[in-house]
């Protein structure tokens, strides 16, 4: 049995909206989830260490929980991953740092949102394979030559938001599975695998932004 540390997060209970109680979708911090994910995926230690995400040691992500998936080109967003931009000014600006600061206690630098409908009902595989799939969209920026970038003032990695590879993350598909698209590919390359069939990218609104 999972320990407490090792047991993924679950949203609040009753945050999940029904359509009769709000005509929003409610947004709040989910500190819980950037904890298991730190003890558990970038840890050495945790059950879940993936040192893909190495360069995320240090980067300053936060999470929310947003109590509804939403619909975008037919189909569910159930997670994305963003880099945090004010793209506005005066009074604009304002109100948005002041709700990053009522949030988070300061302005982040990245948040990954996810869906509580869909992570309160789904499987542990299918929850570790959606924060992995987000936390793939943060990579380290390279330079003309193809090597890593880094912060000369902090000598922290220079992060940035990447798409994916063909229809998934490679790492995603090595660690949980490929999707129907991917497996058909690798069906057709002839190295057919047992492996379960997640869909993840195509419920991601940042792979659904790229597409835009």
């Known amino acids: 049995m999972a320990s407490n540390e090792e047991r993924r997060p679950y949203p609040p209970i009753n945050f999940v909206n029904s359509p009769d109680v709000k005509p929003y979708i409610s947004l709040i911090p989910a500190n819980e989830v950037y904890e298991w994910m730190v003890s558990q995926i970038l840890m050495e230690s945790g059950s879940l260490h993936n040192s893909d995400h190495f360069h995320l040691h240090a980067a300053d992500i936060c999470f929310m929980w947003a109590s509804n998936a939403f619909d975008k080109k037919g189909r569910s967003v159930l997670g994305q991953a963003e880099e945090v931009m004010m793209r506005a000014g005066g009074w604009q600006k304002a109100r948005m740092e002041q709700q990053m600061y009522e949030w988070f206690g300061h302005i982040p630098k990245f948040i990954i949102t996810l869906a509580a409908d869909y992570c309160s009902q789904c499987s542990d595989l299918e929850f570790c394979a959606l924060v992995e799939h987000e936390l793939y969209h943060i990579s380290q920026a390279?330079?003309?030559?193809?090597?890593?970038?880094?912060n000369k003032e902090t000598g922290m990695p220079t992060l940035k938001l990447r798409g994916h590879d063909v229809e998934?993350?490679?790492?995603?598909?090595?660690?949980?599975?490929?999707s129907k698209e991917v497996q058909e590919m690798v069906d057709a390359a002839n190295k057919p695998a047992e492996i379960a069939h997640l869909n993840i990218a195509r419920a991601c609104g940042t792979c659904l932004m790229k597409l835009a």
């Open 142 to 150: 390279t330079d003309e030559f193809g090597a890593p970038k880094f």
């Open 168 to 178: 998934e993350f490679v790492g995603v598909v090595r660690r949980y599975g490929a």
